[in-house]
Structure formats: structure tokens, C-alpha cells
């Protein structure tokens, strides 16, 4: 209801009480609209159309969001506003953050050794470092450099796939909470002489550092599970390691502060070469060379030579050590210390395992003890079991399934001598998707007992389908002879077509609907691409005995 309007010389303003999207973009009052009988004041001064949309966030009536929600969400209508006037200023955002003892590793290789006050005031000693750039776009790998890969196939096809998104509904992670248990007085690590982060250059403040990483865990982190917010708050990361700090930033900055990326991408990746030639050992260090390769830009291609350093130095640090029980007298803090540095870990692991998928190429970081136990690894944090912590489990055991299967395609002779393969082929995947099956299964109710949201079961249930699309590619590869291509041929092309329809459409229906579409990481991009090309290629390549008719039909056979 309006109040009734004071006694003045001057007419009052009657506005409708809905604002129509120009208004709601840019956050103004939406005038003279008359409840959407016509344009409103500010869209017949501009000559756009002026339009009224229901409003579709998602909530349930009286809800409220939390202030992190609210903020992201001002970020992200003022940058589709910045996009829609490219004439306007840029985004006004307000943009912050805590402690893990240093590694007491001091021997010097190769004659590297930190010179300088910050390599041995902050206890970054120097290791090995090998000068050879491995680029796998370039670089083929023996046997395996055929098309059966994604990178290789997404590669030969020279495809390029845009995304439209919609950040406007509802978000997959609401709630981001912050440590009690962190020593209020933090200080950043001094910086390398001539070196700067964000802060010390001046392109942002705390407070906009702050809003920038709650940014960051409700939007980038549940596609790495690498973080938890409870830990890494910006006086934690900026105390511990300023090359992650600043990668992080830089990170937030591509999606939250595009004026500003450039410029902390110049930051990151000069630090991360100070890192690289000391020597720079920690967790944080790890953490930061992996985020340089998740959202990377497209003609960057060190992700194999920065992975593989994070691999080799998380060995060194002992990163992958198995404990049956939990230290004696461990603290709050020291217990979400030690589940940081094996949560990184795991996470590498994964990410190792992934790239060897898509390249072809041999993983580097063995299935140890600590792997083999990582299947009740979420249920060792204490309680609330962390969805992030389900998910970096069960990509864990996903990736052991698909490596088993993979190195079964890979060494069994008889898949290419002419007479058995089918038979071997198909005895694989059998066993190979009675296991995905039983994954599937299990995890959904670990993720139940979470209380995991919809994003959560959409996004291990894209990772699954992936698997399942690549490992059954094996039986319908060029390399199984025409006359062996009987039922099982049949079946895993089926598999293989429902898998990649089913990939495509999380990542256009389900992830466009949680407004996150835009924040993957690189490996659903590869995923995506990849589902795409396969089909594509079925569409286009039959053989004559299949029609597109009879594919569609096996794919969705309750149509």
C-alpha cells in the first residue's frame, strides 16, 4: 500500500511496485511503468523494450537469504549490468580472510636456494626444479596418442563451445562459515623484495578481499572442494602463502571484477615463477600452481607442467600420509590443518587421474595406502559431514574405478589380436559399470546423509556419466573389428549416447538453473566439449545398419 502523500507543491511520484528488468538490472527505482501498462521512464529515455518478469530466485515465500548470498548476488546483477552498458562505470564491489605451521624442510637442491628474507623468514625452502615445459597439446605420448582421448579428440575437431548463463536464480550454496578457531592476530608473509599482491598494489582493499572470497567459496570452490571456508579466511591464506592469495584473487577477479583480472593474473603468474625457481614448498604453494590451471585461459598450456609439480612436492611434503586414527590431544585448528593437507591431496589425485583421461598420458601419483582408506576419508571430519568432503571422496574412488578400466584397455594384448576382443571388451565393461552403478548408489546416500543440495547430486552425477561415456567409448572404438561389432557393441553405444545427452543436458538444464553454468572449472568444459563431439560424430557417422532413428530409440527407449 502507498502512504498517503503529504501536503507539497510538488505531485508526488506514484512507481509500480515491480520493476521491470532494465531497472532491476541496474538496481533503480523503476518509475511512471503504471504496473507494466507501459514503458517506465527510464526505458523510454534509453529506447529499450520494457519488460516485467516474475520474479523467479527461487526461494520459498518469508525466506531470507544470508548476507553472503545477498552480496553475491549484487556482484553479479552489477556485472550483467556492466555488460549490458558497456557505456557505464565499472562494478562498484566492495571486495578479505588464517594459520598452518610452515614446513620445516630446509635442504637445498640443485644449487636453488632462497636468498632473499621471505624464502627462509617464512619457511619456503628450495627443492628441485626441473627447466622442461611439457606441453600436451604438442606432445604426443606412444600409444596413446590416438583419438580415443578427450583432449586429443576436442582438439582434432578444433571446437569451440560458448555458454549463455543465467546467474540469476537460485545459488547451490547459501551458507559460508567462518573459523572461530583461527588466532585473531595474523599477519600477511612479507612479500619478495619488488613483488606485490593485491593489497600491497593497490588494486584492492581487505574489505573488498573479503567479499571477493565469500564470492569464491559460493561459487568456485564447490567445483574444486579444494577449500574450507572455515580455514582459508583472507588473513589465513595471506599470512600463509601470498602466491595463493593472489591466484585466488585473481581467480574471484575473472568472474566478480573483470577490470581488475589482468592485472592480478600479471601478479599471480610472476610470483608463481618466483615460486617455481626457489623453490617454494608448502600446501598453500600446491594449492595455488592447481588454481592456476582450473580456470586458466585458453592459449595457456602449462596444466600438465603445473600439476605435475604440485604432484612431485605433494610427495616431498608427505602430503599423501595414511593415518588410521587421528593424532592424540588434536585440537579444532590442527584437525582442519591436517584435513587441508590431505583434502589437497585427494584433490590432485583426482585432478591427476582426470588429466590422464583426457590426454591419454600416464598419471603420476601412485594408489597408496591413503588413496585405498579414502573411501570413509568425508567421515573423519567430524560432524556436520561437509558436502565438499563426499564429493572429494567419491571422485577419489571414481577415478580409481575408471583408471582400472583404462589400464585394462590399455595392457590386455588380446583386445587387439583380432579374435577375442569382443569378447574381452565387453567382459570389461561389464565389470566396469556394475561398478558405476554400485558408485552411483553409494554416494548418493553418503550425500543424503549430508543433507547434500541439488547442485551437489547434479554435479556427481555429471562426473559419473562422463566416466561412463568415456569407458564404454572403448567398445565402439574405431579399433574393434566390423565383424565383432555384435549386441555388447550395440549396448555400449546405447550407453555411450544416453550418457552424453545426459551430460549436456546437467550442464545446460541443472547448472543453468543453479546460476553456476559460468564457474566450472576446466575439466567440465573438456567434459561438456567432449559429450558434444561424441555426438555429433554418432549423428553424423552411422554405419549403415543403424539408422539415427534406431540410435535415438536405444538411447531413450521409453520414447
Known sequence: MFNKPHSSSKAPIVRNPRACTVCRAAKMKCVGAEDGLKSCQRCTRTGVECVFEKHRRGRKPGSKLSEASKMLRRLEKGLNTAKLKQSDSSLSTVFPADPRTPQADNTQFSGLQSSDAYGSADGYAASSVSSRTVDPEEEEDGERSDEKFPAKLIRRENSFFRTILNPEHKSPMLHVPRNPYLPQSLRPAPLPIGYNDPITAGLINENKAKILFDAIFLRLNPFINLFDPAL?????VRSKCPLLFTTLIMAGCKFFEPSLYKE?????????VRAFAEGWKRV?????????????EQEDNRTWMYIGYACRMAVELG???????PPAHETEFQLRERRNRERTYLVLFVHDRSLSMQTGRHWMLPEDDF???????????GTPIRCEDVIVSAFAQLRRIATEATDMFHTNRSLSDGGNSQVNIDMVLKNCNAKLALWTSTWDHEMRKANGESFHFSFTNLF???SSLFLNSFGVQSSVPPANRTNSHVRALSACFENALNVLGIASKDFREFGVLRYGQETTSVMTAYSAIFLLKVINVLPPS???????????PEL
Open 232 to 236: 582459508h579466511s583472507v588473513a589465513y
Open 264 to 272: 592480478c593474473l600479471r601478479l599471480a603468474n610472476d610470483l608463481a
Open 284 to 296: 598453500e604453494v600446491i594449492q595455488a600452481f592447481s588454481c592456476l590451471t582450473y580456470w586458466r
Open 319 to 325: 602430503l599423501n600420509r595414511y593415518h588410521a586414527k
Open 371 to 381: 588413496i585405498r582408506h579414502s573411501d570413509t576419508w568425508h567421515e573423519q571430519g
Open 464 to 466: 559419473c556419466l562422463y
Open 546 to 556: 543403424l539408422s539415427k532413428v534406431d540410435v535415438l530409440a536405444l538411447a531413450t
